[in-house]
T-cell receptor
Framework: NAGVTQTPKFRVLKTGQSMTLLCAQD?????MYWYRQDPGMGLRLIHYSVGEGTTAKGEVPDGYNVSRLKKQNFLLGLESAAPSQTSVYFCASSPHTQTLIRTTRAFFGQGTRLTVV | QKEVEQDPGPLSVPEGAIVSLNCTYSNSAFQYFMWYRQYSRKGPELLMY????GNKEDGRFTAQVDKSSKYISLFIRDSQPSDSATYLCATSETSGSRLTFGEGTQLTVNP
């Protein structure tokens, strides 16, 4: 029972390099999210997706792109990395619920520690 | 101004103490309130969630929401060293909308 899996777990990039972070979930969740976590800032939403083929901007989208070609995967891309993008990145997924009592229950991956030098 | 404010701590208590963690929020549209626990170098995990105002209890944990004052609380009774973690409050407007997180409070329970 893997849940939400992020790859890679650690990465060091040079300024200007590009990379893609992969998130995979095996719970058949409709919603997927990318957050970054920084000291003093908490978790901030970068981009999210409410279904296969759809993406939307979150709170801090600049410098990032995303794609959701398959329901189970959500990719986060950095086209030209900057030191300000040094952070811990978390992917999360949640089911779409209609019931009044139930609520958004996001399941998080273990995080990707990215350092841009 | 952040939509959800949370004192980052750190908070240090002796084993067995009652812990009170709190958040305030500004968006009246928030209806769902959650608490996540995050151990060091791990992803957050859902601890408790409530809808609208009221209390919810689960073992040693009680979540409380007061929508009139826009105040969210998490109480931990008989705290244990294993409770040492960062606790994040989170809110959302609907059951399917995105979460807005507080900064997180770092808690240490000393044996």
């Amino acid at each position: 029972n893997a849940g939400v899996t992020q790859t890679p777990k650690f990465r060091v990039l040079k300024t200007g390099q590009s990379m893609t972070l992969l998130c995979a979930q095996d719970m058949n969740h409709e919603y997927m999210y990318w957050y970054r976590q920084d000291p003093g800032m908490g978790l901030r939403l970068i981009h999210y997706s409410v279904g296969e083929g759809t993406t939307a901007k979150g709170e801090v989208p600049d410098g990032y792109n995303v794609s959701r070609l398959k329901k189970q995967n959500f990719l986060l891309g950095l086209e030209s990395a900057a030191p300000s993008q040094t952070s811990v990145y978390f992917c999360a997924s949640s089911p779409h619920t209609q019931t009044l009592i139930r609520t958004t229950r996001a399941f998080f991956g273990q995080g990707t520690r990215l350092t841009v030098v | 101004q952040k939509e959800v404010e949370q004192d980052p701590g750190p908070l240090s208590v002796p084993e067995g103490a009652i812990v009170s963690l709190n958040c305030t929020y500004s968006n009246s549209a928030f209806q769902y309130f959650m608490w996540y626990r995050q151990y060091s170098r791990k992803g957050p995990e859902l601890l408790m969630y409530t809808y609208s105002s009221g209390n919810k209890e689960d073992g040693r944990f009680t979540a409380q929401v007061d929508k009139s004052s826009k105040y969210i609380s998490l109480f931990i009774r008989d705290s244990q060293p294993s409770d040492s973690a960062t606790y994040l409050c989170a809110t959302s407007e609907t059951s399917g909308s995105r979460l807005t997180f507080g900064e997180g409070t770092q808690l240490t329970v000393n044996p």
